[in-house]
């Protein structure tokens, strides 16, 4: 981990987030709910004493229904790119620290060396009191094959890697996030 | 419990060297629940972090720039041009990147509801920007220079003046979201969250510096800030170049 010199520090997003980031431009809404692959992924963002953090903002990055994210970095042309599919999405929890998106199920991705990760969405958490943004992933029940294979999953114990497996519920997604304490969620480096 | 024992996985400390502050940082009393207290996991990079998106498309109005117009009248305050280059860790200039903005008014008070600083709500100023990057990576706002405002972390805390950034870079490992400050301050040694940042130098990089060359004569000062992007996983993306 070479440090490179000159990078620009993290500092919190502060309380008023809401003022600047989550306005019109990026929304919870990465497709049109009326979309037959929509599926609804929501959750509480959940403090070290249980309590729901209502001034943050979760989002999520992802690649597209076939596997494919709309970068440049990912040159798999035998893949298609969806017309008006960015794969970001964001959303405050104003709502009682509940946050919640309407998106499609990612295909799998590649591994570095060979292989596929599981479908997966990538997640970052902000909020008054992190001082950088903490950064997780999103799994899928159904697909238990696949998380078994998968080479992030295998590397965590069982309850670990139970943090980041969503459950099905009530005909959608729930993915509560725990910063801290009992069941807190597995947090990354990047 | 992360790692057990496989070949790559490795766990980082929390309070591992870098720029960036730690998460747990108890002077800044926000931390205290909701800092994340163990150990991270490392995982290789993949496609999944070595992607992200930058809206450089977006349809960004003319007036999302400039917080002085954003209203019938024009907001009280000091009027500043805030302008500097948004660069990769290579040094390459970041073109058609969104930067998002927000900040108090010059009274230090949000236009939010759950600031209830006793200090008035200007009529003429929502505190809220947007723009993209040209192709030398160059952003630029004008706005107000907004004020100090009290906060409940300790006994008489007050924020140094700051306006928050947002940036998104050319991966998901580039994403910032960090705060601008003022040069001379006097609340700098006073505030928890200027200095959860350990490094003198890297705390230095969060502080514009008055630029006479940005000043439009007879309407607004000018502060020059540059923003460095690039995470643990900073490899080089070629982007597409004419040249």
New interface residues.
């Given amino acids: 981990?070479t440090?490179?010199p000159?990078?620009?520090?993290?500092?919190?997003?502060?309380?008023?987030?809401?003022?600047?980031?989550t306005?019109d431009?990026?929304t919870p809404r990465l497709v049109d709910p009326a979309d037959p692959r929509a599926i609804r992924l929501h959750g509480t963002l959940l403090?070290?004493?249980g309590?729901p953090?209502p001034?943050g903002m979760v989002?999520i990055?992802q690649?597209n229904a076939a596997g494919r994210?709309?970068?440049?970095?990912?040159d798999r042309a035998e893949l298609p790119l969806e017309d008006g599919f960015?794969?970001?999405g964001r959303s405050g929890t104003v709502d009682g620290g509940h946050f919640e998106f309407v998106t499609v199920k990612p295909g799998c991705?590649?591994?570095?060396g060979g292989g596929l990760?599981a479908p997966?969405l990538?997640v970052?958490v902000?909020?008054?009191?992190?001082?950088?943004?903490?950064v997780t992933r999103v799994y899928f029940p159904d697909e238990a094959e696949a998380n078994a294979a998968d080479p992030?999953l295998?590397?965590?114990?069982e309850?670990?890697r139970a943090t980041l497996v969503a459950v099905a519920e009530d005909g959608g997604l729930r993915f509560d996030i725990r910063?801290?304490g009992p069941g807190?969620t597995?947090?990354?480096?990047? | 419990?992360?790692?057990?024992g496989?070949s790559?996985?490795e766990v980082?400390d929390l309070d591992?060297?870098?720029?960036?502050?730690?998460?747990d940082?108890p002077d800044?009393v926000?931390?205290?629940?909701?800092?994340?207290?163990?150990p991270?996991?490392?995982?290789?990079?993949?496609?999944?972090?070595?992607?992200?998106?930058a809206?450089g498309e977006?349809a960004i109005g003319e007036l999302d720039a400039d917080l002085t117009r954003q209203h019938e009248g024009q907001p009280l305050g000091e009027r500043i041009v805030v302008s500097g280059r948004v660069l990769g860790?290579d040094g390459r200039a970041l073109r058609r990147q969104?930067v998002?903005?927000?900040q108090a008014n010059a009274a230090g008070r949000?236009?939010?509801a759950?600031?209830t600083h006793d200090a008035p709500i200007d009529p003429n100023f929502?505190?809220?920007?947007?723009c993209l990057t040209d192709d030398d990576g160059w952003y630029r706002f004008t706005t107000v220079k907004p004020g100090a405002y009290p906060w409940g972390n300790h006994p008489n805390a007050w924020r140094p003046n700051h306006i928050?950034f947002?940036l998104f870079g050319?991966?998901?490992?580039d994403?910032?979201?960090?705060?601008m400050y003022f040069p001379g301050d006097p609340l700098f040694e006073h505030d928890p969250?200027?200095n959860?940042?350990r490094d003198e130098k890297?705390?230095e990089?969060?502080i514009s510096r008055f630029d006479l060359g940005l000043t439009m004569p007879d309407w607004a000062l000018g502060f020059r800030w540059d923003?460095?992007?690039?995470?643990?996983?900073?490899t080089p993306?070629?982007?597409?170049h004419d040249d």
């Fill in positions: 981990m440090e490179i000159g990078l620009t520090p993290s500092q919190t997003v502060g309380p008023y987030l809401a003022i600047g980031l306005r431009l990026i403090d070290g004493a309590e953090v001034d989002e990055w690649a994210y709309a970068h440049a970095a990912d960015l794969g970001f991705v590649p591994w570095p990760q997966h990538e970052s902000f909020a008054r009191g992190l001082l950088k943004h903490a992030v295998a590397t965590l114990g309850e670990a910063l801290q807190h597995t947090f990354f480096a990047v | 419990m992360p790692a057990e496989h790559f996985a980082v591992r060297e870098g720029p960036d502050p730690p998460y940082y800044y926000g931390t205290r629940l909701r800092a994340p207290k163990e991270l996991v490392i995982i290789p990079t993949t496609l999944s972090e070595l992607t992200g998106p809206y977006s860790s969104l998002e903005i927000w949000y236009h939010h759950v600031d929502t505190g809220a920007g947007r928050h947002s050319r991966a998901f490992t994403r910032l979201v960090t705060q969250i200027f959860s940042i890297a705390r990089r969060l923003i460095v992007l690039g995470g643990r996983a900073a993306i070629e982007e597409p």
